[in-house]
Nanobody
């Protein structure tokens, strides 16, 4: 099983980034997927999740209206479009997969990627 995140980097406040998570080694279309993040000295927290078919999504209040999660089951890939980025969005962003319909907490994930750094700074 592999989850490989990409698309992170340094961006100015107000800017945008698009993260991707390429999955392999399991039946991607049967798993709920999610994005989590962890800032230095803080616990890993949920950012956004999406069900296996892509019809149901959930966003943390801190990113609602700015981030959009999506998936392409034909490409075994999940995305996170991040707009209007703020310094407090700075963190390592992790891709996760879970057998439950929706991943709502860290303990619900079965597989994790290694993460991609997002830094929002002027």
């Amino acid at each position: 099983v592999q989850l490989v995140e990409s698309g992170g980097g340094l961006v100015q406040p107000g800017g945008s980034l698009r993260l991707s998570c390429a999955a392999s080694g399991f039946t991607f279309g049967s798993y709920g997927m999610g994005w989590f993040r962890q800032a230095p000295g803080k616990e890993r927290e949920i950012v956004a999740t999406i069900n296996w078919r892509g019809g149901i999504t959930y966003y943390a209040d801190s990113v609602k209206g700015r981030f959009t999660i999506s998936r392409d089951n034909a490409k075994n890939t999940m995305y996170l479009q991040m707009n209007s980025l703020k310094p407090e969005d700075t963190a390592v962003y992790y891709c996760a997969a879970g057998v439950s319909g929706m991943i709502m907490m860290v303990s619900s994930a079965s597989y994790w990627g290694k993460g991609t750094q997002v830094t929002v700074s002027s």
